[in-house]
């Protein structure tokens, strides 16, 4: 069997996948850089964190079918892993839903995953970090090939499947223009969640001495994006 590289297992979240009861499988590694990244040490220190045994985790779901409604496979960025799929067929031979969050930055693999004939997440939450100009490498910490982070918009606005998109709201990256851009850009889309910003997890520590924006704020870039997609929410205000 594949030697999976999990780092971290939350047994039960109420609020990684909207309206189910999940448990939160860790990956390690990303192609981002991203400043305000709150999961750093899954980025750049992964190895100061215990691994987890599949194993220990397919116990625990196995014990708690009736409970757990599904696994949320998040990191770091999962695409990265060409061990992806094997994992997600462990969790869906338990009888178990998947979401996968991503950067998109991979539409390849998302093609293998999302694939109609051998359809392995039953849900993928897309990170837009910003507009699709030149402000998404700032966003990102790294270049960042927009080609690929379109075709993963539309792969997955054409997948068939249960989606959303997410913008976490980052005062120095993100404005209601910002917002607006990026709701354009996914016009159309089923769901669009805009995310409060948690300085205090953030890796560098610029980023941390940030004032988010207002609650107030955040909800009238709601009503902006709702011009473009219907179904904008906010979370963590």
């Known amino acids: 069997m594949t030697a999976f590289d999990l780092r971290g297992f939350l047994e039960t979240s109420f609020l990684d996948w909207d309206g189910k009861v999940s448990s939160v499988v860790f990956l390690p590694e990303c192609n981002f850089n991203c400043p305000c990244c709150s999961n750093w040490l899954l980025v750049h220190e992964p190895g100061s964190l215990p691994a987890v ?66 359809r392995l997440v039953d849900y993928v939450a ?72 948690v300085p205090a997890h953030s890796l560098i520590k610029e980023m941390q001495a940030l004032d988010p924006h207002p609650g107030e704020t955040i909800k009238e870039m709601a009503e902006l994006a709702k011009k473009y997609v219907a179904n904008t929410i906010v979370r963590g205000v």
């Open 126 to 197: 897309m990170d837009i970090k910003a507009p699709l100009n030149e402000k998404y490498e700032a966003a990102a910490g790294v270049k960042v090939d927009l080609a690929k982070i379109r075709e993963s918009i539309k792969l997955i606005m054409n997948s068939g499947i249960d989606y959303e998109f997410r913008t976490t709201v980052v005062p120095n990256v993100i404005g209601k223009m910002e917002i607006e851009e990026i709701a354009a850009a996914i016009a159309g889309a089923k769901k669009y969640a805009l995310q409060q910003f």
């Open 53 to 118: 045994e599949l194993e220990k985790i397919e116990r625990f779901l196995t014990e708690r079918k009736d409970f757990i409604d599904g696994v949320v496979i998040t990191g770091g960025e999962p695409t990265v892993h060409p061990w992806l799929p094997e994992l997600i067929k462990h969790f869906k031979d338990l009888g178990l839903s998947v979401k996968l969050d991503t950067n998109g930055t991979n539409p390849k693999m998302l093609q293998r995953l999302v694939a109609r004939d051998s």
